[in-house]
C-alpha cells in the first residue's frame, strides 16, 4: 500500500507543479478532469499503451485528481458544500 500512496502523492507534487499549488477548480471541474484522465486508462488498457499513457500510469493520474478534489473540498458533505460555483443567473 505504501508504494501506492508514494505513488499518488508524486503525481499530485506534478500536478502542482504543473498547474499551480492553488489553482482555482470547481468540484464540477474536477470530476470532469477525473472523466477525461479515467477515458485516458481506458484508452491506454485498449491500445495497450506504454509509458506515461498506461492504464495503471493514467490510474495514478485519475487518484491524484481524486485526492486534490478531496483536499480542496474535503472528504464528507455534497455539492451545497462547494461555495466556489456561482449561483446562475437568470437570463433577460
Given at each position: 500500500?505504501?508504494?501506492?500512496?508514494?505513488?499518488i502523492a508524486a503525481e499530485?507534487?506534478?500536478?502542482?507543479?504543473?498547474?499551480?499549488?492553488?489553482?482555482?477548480?470547481?468540484?464540477?471541474?474536477?470530476?470532469?478532469?477525473?472523466?477525461?484522465e479515467l477515458d485516458e486508462?481506458?484508452?491506454?488498457?485498449?491500445?495497450?499503451?506504454?509509458?506515461?499513457?498506461?492504464?495503471?500510469?493514467?490510474?495514478v493520474q485519475v487518484a491524484?485528481?481524486?485526492?486534490?478534489?478531496?483536499?480542496?473540498?474535503?472528504?464528507?458533505?455534497?455539492?451545497?458544500?462547494?461555495?466556489?460555483?456561482?449561483?446562475?443567473?437568470?437570463?433577460?
Amino acid at each position: 500500500m505504501q508504494q501506492v500512496f508514494e505513488a499518488i502523492a508524486a503525481e499530485r507534487q506534478h500536478q502542482d507543479e504543473k498547474w499551480g499549488k492553488d489553482k482555482p477548480q470547481s468540484l464540477p471541474g474536477y470530476l470532469m478532469v477525473v472523466e477525461s484522465e479515467l477515458d485516458e486508462a481506458k484508452l491506454g488498457w485498449i491500445k495497450n499503451l506504454p509509458g506515461k499513457s498506461a492504464p495503471l500510469n493514467e490510474l495514478v493520474q485519475v487518484a491524484a485528481v481524486c485526492v486534490s478534489a478531496l483536499e480542496r473540498y474535503g472528504v464528507t458533505g455534497n455539492t451545497y458544500s462547494t461555495d466556489d460555483i456561482p449561483d446562475p443567473q437568470p437570463s433577460t
